[in-house]
């Protein structure tokens, strides 16, 4: 296969989607690889690695993605672009559908075999492919480090000439991949740490990071491991515990989400009113709405000196090891679409690869 991989494009990404221990695999496999003049630089990954691992460097995006027959990115091409993929060609990247209204049609019109990342199946077969959750991992410790950046305090006990300092205590809430890995970045920079989630389930995974998890009476298991949102009672008795459970802390992160809707809201402008003054939240929701009432989607917001920071695409600050396991993933779904001799199979009724086409032979599928 002729693989292209495009420098990313989109405000702030600095990811890339193969970094060149990939290509290395992927050359030695038989595959012809070109990758964007630039593609890695911004991860930490210069032209010169790929070239040692005999990919082609291209100067032009254009002449790139017209030339290969799968495209490799990590966020969906712009219209313009994607129009410039060769006919019949697959593209695969975070596609996130549900905004790509402008571009779903072009992919369609040409022919594109287009896979979202975001929709790989949570089962474990499709694990090593998980892309939501490598990124979300990268996402939960960088949380953590931003809000001990922003905190007027320190994280760890001391004991010192000058008395003894209070260890930090750290909340989470949601502790899906995110929130398990703030805990366990919390508890490692020696903080006090507490968890609420909707899923019972989690308790355990809690419980054995050395955080308490904060009981609220609710359960809402969904499909798929995933979250259900919460009904009025339960919303009203989980925003109780927390708004109790807030009041003494010195950093929340927030991380809450139940899939196809907005994140839920957590957290009141009187929450956080509530609060110490130099305690921060640090909210993961940002990017569908927040699960604290006063986040700005990539900005910060002051009240009673307390900081709510909502940032976004957080993954992609960390973009060494956001590429590294994000290039993992889409190796692990090569292994899985291409055949012996190296061909890719569009199997519309695989579990995996069905549940990630988007458009294929002149539709689109997914909307
Ligand atoms: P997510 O990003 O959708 O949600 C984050 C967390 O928020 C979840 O734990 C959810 O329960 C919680 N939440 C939702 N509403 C809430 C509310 N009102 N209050 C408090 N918390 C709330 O989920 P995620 O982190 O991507 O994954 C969730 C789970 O899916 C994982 O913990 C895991 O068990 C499972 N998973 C399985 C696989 C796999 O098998 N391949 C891969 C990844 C994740």
Do not use: W
Request: hydrophobic share 50%; net charge neutral.
């Amino acid at each position: 296969m002729r693989i292209g991989v495009p420098r990313e494009t989109a405000l702030h990404e600095r990811r890339v989607a193969l970094v060149p221990e990939a290509v290395a695999r992927l050359v030695r496999a038989g595959h012809a690889v070109a990758v964007q003049r630039g593609a890695g630089v911004a991860a930490g990954f210069p032209d010169a690695q790929y070239q040692a691992v005999g990919a082609s460097i291209l100067a032009e995006g254009a002449e790139l993605l017209g030339g290969s027959e799968l495209v490799l990115k990590v966020q969906r091409p712009s219209p313009e672009d994607a129009a410039r993929l060769s006919a019949g060609a697959i593209l695969v990247c975070f596609l996130a559908p549900a905004s790509a209204q402008g571009v779903l049609p072009v992919l369609a019109e040409r022919g594109v075999t287009a896979l979202a990342m975001e929709l790989v199946p949570r089962i474990s077969r499709a694990q090593a492919m998980d892309a939501l959750s490598s990124q979300a991992n990268l996402a939960g410790y960088k949380a953590v480090i931003i809000g001990a950046e922003a905190m007027n305090r320190v994280m760890p006990m001391m004991t010192t000439a000058a008395g003894t300092l209070a260890p930090a205590k750290v909340f989470v809430v949601g502790a899906g991949v995110a929130g398990l890995q703030a805990i366990a970045t919390a508890r490692r920079l020696g903080a006090v740490v507490s968890a609420f989630d909707v899923r019972p389930v989690v308790r355990e995974q809690v419980q054995s990071l050395g955080a308490a998890f904060v009981q609220a009476q609710v359960a809402a298991e969904g499909a798929g491991g995933y979250a259900k949102e919460l009904g009025d009672e339960e919303q009203r008795r989980a925003l109780e515990t927390i708004a109790k459970h807030l009041v003494p802390q010195d950093l929340v992160v927030t991380t809450a989400q139940v899939p196809g809707r907005a994140a839920p809201r957590l957290i009141t402008a009187e929450m956080v009113r509530s609060m110490k003054p130099g305690s921060v939240i640090v909210d993961l929701a940002a990017e569908t709405g927040g699960n604290c009432e006063l986040t700005k989607p990539g900005g910060v917001a002051e009240v009673g000196g307390v900081l709510v920071l909502g940032p976004v695409s957080l993954a992609s600050s960390v973009p060494f090891h956001a590429s590294q396991t994000y290039s993992r993933n889409l190796q692990a779904l090569l292994q899985h679409l291409l055949d012996k001799e190296g061909r890719a199979r569009i199997d519309m009724a695989d579990e995996i690869t069905g549940s990630m086409v988007v458009t294929h032979a002149g539709e689109v599928r997914k909307k």
